[in-house]
């Protein structure tokens, strides 16, 4: 009998990685009281509802678009969420009340750790400025690495940021050891589109795509070819699963 769900909350989510790593570990660690749902949900509003009608619901995870414009529905967030102000992890609390937290930054800090020389990384570049950017850079600053976010916009004055036309007539490219796709050029749908001009790229660099599927994104096949070390996504999305699985099984503060 299933008394306790958890899900993936976002839109769309039928390609979903969740779904499959958790029923996984559920088969694996005999766990035929829990169940994983996806819930596609065509507007944030919907969450409430969703809450409401899922009794059995324990906790969730959240994916693009609802990082952040799902931290008004929560009754309190983690520190990290709190900084960040993005959300990818919810967990049900003992008296019913709903907190957020973020998973994202740890899954990516550990996998810095793992699959990278992370001793001659000092300075980074994250392309994109969405709920997936923010947990990077939290991520970076806990490492102590330097990091400059390259935006879309115009009209950003924070001194971190740059705009991709800027980005692409600096000379200073060769200053940064690690480059970071936080944007969804690359997976379906856009995968013929590398988030920025991979001309600068080298040997010298080592590229992060936070995308895993598809495996190498244009921007990794290339920056391959130009010598760099690569990684994709799935090993940060590995380690950010695990950190939810740890918090949904602690026991309230």
Not at 183 to 210: F, Q
């Amino acid at each position: 009998m299933v008394n306790k769900v958890f899900g993936l909350v976002g839109n769309p989510v039928k390609h979903s990685f969740s779904q499959k790593y958790f029923e996984e570990k559920f088969l694996n660690l005999h766990l035929t009281d829990c169940k994983y749902k996806l819930f596609c949900l065509e507007d944030i509003n919907d969450f409430c509802k969703l809450i409401k009608e899922e009794r059995n619901l324990c906790g969730l995870n959240v994916t693009s678009p609802y990082k952040e414009k799902v931290i008004e529905f929560l009754h309190s967030l983690s520190p990290e969420a709190t900084e960040i102000k993005a959300v990818n992890t919810i967990k049900k609390l003992a008296d019913g009340r709903w907190k957020g937290f973020n998973t994202d930054c740890i899954g990516f800090a550990q996998m810095l750790q793992s699959e990278t020389d992370i001793k001659k990384i000092h300075s980074a570049l994250v392309l994109g400025t969405g709920g997936a950017s923010k947990a990077v850079t939290y991520a970076l600053k806990q490492l102590g690495i330097e990091f400059t976010v390259a935006s879309r916009r115009q009209d950003v004055k924070d001194k971190n940021t740059v705009t991709y036309f800027e980005l692409n007539q600096s000379e200073n490219f060769s200053a940064f050891e690690l480059i970071v796709n936080a944007t969804p050029c690359g997976m379906e749908g856009y995968s013929a589109i590398a988030p920025l001009d991979t001309d600068k790229i080298t040997s010298n660099h080592t590229v992060v795509d936070l995308i895993y599927n598809p495996k190498q994104t244009l921007l990794l096949k290339t920056s391959a070819k130009q010598g760099a070390a690569t990684v994709n996504g799935l090993s940060m999305l590995v380690k950010q699963a695990e950190a939810a699985w740890q918090i949904w099984n602690e026991e309230d503060e």
